[in-house]
């Protein structure tokens, strides 16, 4: 029974791991359709990479923080 339990995570994990390298490939190929379509609309590359960093801020706060106790040792949240 527990190498059922075993076999089960790590099927899960294969599961994940490819569900994520796919939603990066899109994400990293859209990123450059998504520049192209703003360069056409005349935006400067500041505003971009402004952008760029303020929706990255959510994401890379989570992945710092981890947990909340790492959070509020870290006096984050």
């Not at 939603?23 to 359709?33: D, E, Q, R, T």
């Amino acid at each position: 029974m527990a190498g059922h339990t075993g076999n089960t995570f790590a099927n899960r994990d294969v599961f994940l791991g490819v569900v994520f390298a796919l939603l990066a490939a899109v994400g990293f190929s859209a990123k450059a359709i998504l520049v192209k379509l703003a360069y056409l609309d005349s935006v400067d590359a500041v505003t971009l990479l402004a952008l760029r960093m303020a929706f990255s801020v959510p994401s890379l706060s989570a992945w710092r923080c981890g947990s909340a106790e790492t959070c509020r040792a870290l006096n984050v949240a």
